[in-house]
């Protein structure tokens, strides 16, 4: 057995990296028992896209640095983490909806101005008008931001089309996006977002273009990870939604679901049912719902900048999915009308502040546990040998900081796919 396989033991005799990362301290966010899975004093070791080992700095031999790695980068004291993992955003959309903020600061409810034909819908007009071109224009600058502190890997959802064409349009900016920039884009597909005005009179009909034209036809192009419905009484019917992820499940996709936001459909527990890999949202959750989580492994995804812009006072039940052990992830749910939070730091602070979990836990929701979300356990979101080597340098003393500051970007460094890409 190499000595990739060993984590923190001398390495062997002959060892050739392509990199190695010397005086850091390591928050690996692997369940080690310790905060934060903390390595003080430790070095890290890449080859190819891959981390190669990780240990104390006492294990390697001064006198043999040299001869461990083709290039040897002193982190003069830095931590080092994950990349970081923003697991729920809209980010690829057309115009904006400050008007709608404006609105609600005059007293509308975010129901209110859905009803009256705002909301989703006014995005999707400006998403139909635009073209894949005008989309990844409009994307990248929201893009950048994230990356700049420190993310690496993105979910983007559909949503804002609800055609054929518009979704289409809408998944090939997100893959464009993904080869535009450096970073690691995860798609899924969201036709079940809202009900387009074509079908106002007609649910069923558009149940079933979704389930039956869009998302299979979208699926064979290789546009679509994953699959997404909004379950709400201002959206889809929890049985609407079971469509939804039957199609889904045919097709061999995973499953998410905005769920519990504004009102309980025990949706948590139909997603659930279907071993989702998250429920989003779920300030009305049930202790039903949690306990359905928690035996299918559902991870529930908080969304701070939602509550904070939609100016929300129920909270989501931290304590009780800590208590079941539900694994909680953060993001930022980056889109125009509910939540334009760009920063997936400061959607940590929030989650800390608003929500009160503690920052190790808010650091655990946008590594280990966003990278559950999905579905890409074993491979991200944690620093051991043979992950990926998407890595971030912090000029912060504890990785508490990461939480504590707001408005502050202490990002050093970020290495993509064992490539440096910032800093």
């Known amino acids: 057995m190499s000595d990739t396989a060993f984590h923190g033991s001398a390495p062997s005799p002959g060892t050739r990296w392509e990199r190695l990362l010397i005086n850091v301290h390591l928050a690996t966010m692997a369940e080690t028992g310790a905060p934060y899975g903390a390595i003080e004093n430790a070095a890290l070791a890449i080859s190819g896209r891959r981390i190669a080992w990780i240990g104390p700095m006492a294990t390697l031999e001064a006198s043999?640095?040299?001869?461990?790695?083709?290039?040897?980068?002193?982190?003069?004291?830095?931590?080092?983490?994950?990349?970081?993992?923003?697991?729920?955003?809209?980010?690829?959309?057309?115009g904006n909806r400050a008007r709608e903020f404006e609105q609600r600061l005059q007293g509308a409810s975010y129901e209110e101005i859905a009803r009256r034909?705002?909301?989703?819908?006014?995005?999707?007009?400006?998403?139909r008008a635009a073209s894949v071109e005008e989309l990844v224009a409009q994307s990248l600058?929201?893009?950048?931001?994230?990356?700049?502190?420190g993310v690496t890997t993105l979910e983007i959802k559909?949503?804002?089309?609800?055609?054929?064409?518009?979704?289409?349009?809408?998944?090939?900016?997100?893959?464009?996006?993904?080869?535009?920039?450096?970073?690691?884009?995860k798609t899924t597909f969201l036709g079940a977002h809202a009900l387009p005005p074509e079908f106002r009179d007609d649910r069923a009909g558009y149940?079933?273009?979704?389930?039956?034209?869009?998302?299979?036809?979208?699926?064979?192009?290789?546009l679509v990870d994953a699959v997404d419905a909004f379950c709400e009484r201002i959206a889809f019917t929890a049985e609407e939604t079971r469509r939804v992820f039957e199609a889904a499940k045919d097709l061999?996709?995973?499953?998410?679901?905005?769920?519990?936001?504004?009102?309980?459909?025990?949706?948590?527990?139909?997603?659930?049912?279907?071993?989702?890999?998250s429920a989003d949202?779920?300030?009305?959750?049930?202790?039903?719902?949690?306990?359905?989580?928690?035996?299918?492994?559902?991870?529930?995804?908080?969304?701070?900048?939602?509550?904070?812009?939609?100016?929300?006072?129920?909270?989501?039940p931290v304590a009780a999915l800590r208590d079941a052990g539900v694994p909680i992830a953060i993001a930022t749910d980056c889109n125009p009308g509910t939540s334009p939070l760009t920063s997936l730091l400061m959607?940590?602070?929030?989650?800390?502040?608003?929500?009160?979990?503690?920052?190790?836990?808010?650091?655990?929701?946008?590594?280990?546990?966003?990278?559950?979300?999905?579905?890409?356990?074993?491979?991200?979101?944690?620093?051991?040998?043979g992950y990926r080597a998407d890595l971030v340098m912090w000029d912060i003393t504890s990785p508490a900081d990461l939480s504590y500051h707001a408005g502050f970007n202490p990002c050093a460094a970020v290495v993509h796919g064992g490539t440096r890409v910032r800093g």
């Not at 034909?117 to 998403?127: C, M």
């Not at 600058?141 to 502190?149: I, N, Q, S, T, Y």
């Open 64 to 94: 043999r640095r040299n001869w461990l790695a083709r290039k040897i980068v002193d982190g003069a004291g830095r931590w080092v983490t994950p990349g970081l993992i923003d697991c729920h955003t809209h980010i690829v959309h057309g």
């Open 117 to 127: 034909g705002g909301g989703i819908l006014s995005t999707v007009n400006a998403t």
């Open 141 to 149: 600058p929201r893009v950048e931001a994230l990356l700049a502190e």
């Open 158 to 185: 559909s949503g804002y089309g609800l055609d054929l064409e518009s979704e289409r349009k809408m998944l090939r900016a997100a893959r464009l996006i993904g080869a535009h920039l450096p970073v690691t884009v």
């Open 207 to 222: 149940v079933r273009l979704v389930c039956e034209d869009m998302l299979p036809v979208l699926a064979a192009e290789g």
């Open 252 to 277: 061999g996709l995973p499953v998410k679901l905005h769920a519990e936001q504004i009102s309980d459909m025990d949706g948590a527990s139909l997603a659930a049912e279907f071993g989702a890999l």
């Open 281 to 316: 949202h779920l300030e009305h959750v049930s202790p039903r719902g949690i306990a359905a989580m928690a035996r299918s492994g559902t991870v529930a995804v908080l969304l701070p900048g939602a509550f904070y812009f939609l100016r929300e006072e129920k909270l989501p």
């Open 347 to 385: 959607a940590m602070n929030m989650a800390c502040v608003l929500f009160r979990l503690t920052p190790e836990e808010a650091l655990a929701g946008v590594t280990r546990n966003a990278a559950r979300a999905l579905g890409l356990s074993g491979s991200h979101g944690v620093l051991a040998p």
